[in-house]
């Protein structure tokens, strides 16, 4: 994910905290600690009081202007997200867009995961469900982007949406040669073939994208932050369980929990094929970003899991 000159970047948005904090009168800068875990977006923590963050990787996209948005959405709720959000897209002080919000208690879940016992790590699974839960019940009157720009549309319907959202990714993943004419083909093919399936979705909920524990804070086994709206978008919040699907976790005794804490036990045939179209879209998103940032061999390997799948769609 990183670039070869990302600590070259690192040292340039670093450089324009002082000033981006006197922009929106919050002191002078103490002290600065940077965020040695995120790899995408350079972060830094500011006075244990702020947390900055740079779109460095994908400045074409409105990330934080969909993550403004949700911010600012979901202040009044219960569920825990910063009050404190400033979004600067200036280009004043960096070249990039600039996401500064108040620093939230807690540890990452997922860092925190060997820490805790069986009994714990059920409770907080379970935390995380019924937070994800909540989140999904706001409500939006179109499908789609959540931000004022960006390369996807708002849309009436969901499907609409979902193939508009697929032919951007497979144009991006044949442009970068990924894929072929054969292979696009065959992936239009089972849209159609699920298209039904996808018309059933009529309400437009907030979806996370990348809900998972390395995402939430949490203390005491209370989720005490929900980060990382990058992605977002309003559709069909099935959307938010393509990871959680599976009874191959990524992390032991989450899943059964997580699904308890969102009142859900296992997914029904309808709700699987649309997840399997889901899981489709985002592996396509996945081998671009792979090739574009990831080793050789990584690409190489998103690439095989979506070849695989694709392959499998066409035959059940």
């Known amino acids: 994910m990183r670039t070869h000159n990302h600590l070259e970047i690192k040292k340039l948005c670093e450089q324009s905290i002082a000033p981006l904090m006197n922009k929106y009168n919050l002191g002078e800068v103490k002290n600065i600690k940077m965020d040695t875990e995120g790899w995408v977006n350079p972060c830094f923590f ?67 995961w ?35 720009s960006g390369p996807l549309p708002r849309t009436k319907t969901w499907p609409d949406y979902l193939k508009a ?70 559709g069909d919040p099935l959307y938010d369980f393509c990871r959680w699907r599976s009874h191959e976790e990524d992390l032991a005794n989450s899943r059964d929990a997580f699904l308890k804490g969102y009142k859900k036990t296992e997914f029904s045939t309808s709700e699987l094929k649309r997840m399997d179209i889901y899981q489709m879209i985002r592996n396509i998103e996945l081998c671009s970003v792979a090739k574009l940032h990831f080793s050789e061999n990584e690409a190489e390997e998103y690439l095989s899991i979506t070849i695989q799948q694709i392959n499998k769609l066409s035959v059940s």
């Open 46 to 112: 500011v006075n244990q009081s702020f947390v900055f963050r740079f779109n460095a990787r994908d400045p074409q996209l409105p990330k934080y202007q969909r993550e403004f948005f949700v911010f600012n959405l979901l202040k009044k709720s219960d569920i825990p997200v910063p009050q404190i959000v400033y979004l600067d897209d200036s280009k004043e002080h960096i070249g990039f867009d600039v996401l500064i919000t108040e620093m939230l208690p807690g540890t990452n879940i997922e860092s925190d």
């Open 114 to 148: 060997k820490n805790l016992s069986i009994d714990q790590r059920i409770k907080v699974s379970e935390e995380a469900g019924k937070n994800l839960f909540k989140l999904n019940q706001h409500l939006f009157d179109f499908f789609g982007e959540l931000s004022s």
């Open 165 to 234: 959202k697929l032919s951007f990714h497979l144009n991006e993943a044949m442009n970068l040669k990924i894929i072929d004419e054969s292979v696009e083909a065959n992936i239009w093919k089972i849209f159609e073939t699920h298209f039904l399936e996808l018309s059933l979705v009529t309400s437009s909920n907030l979806v996370h994208v990348d809900y998972h524990l390395g995402n939430l804070l949490h203390h005491n086994l209370k989720v005490t932050a929900v980060l990382d709206f990058e992605w977002a978008f309003a």
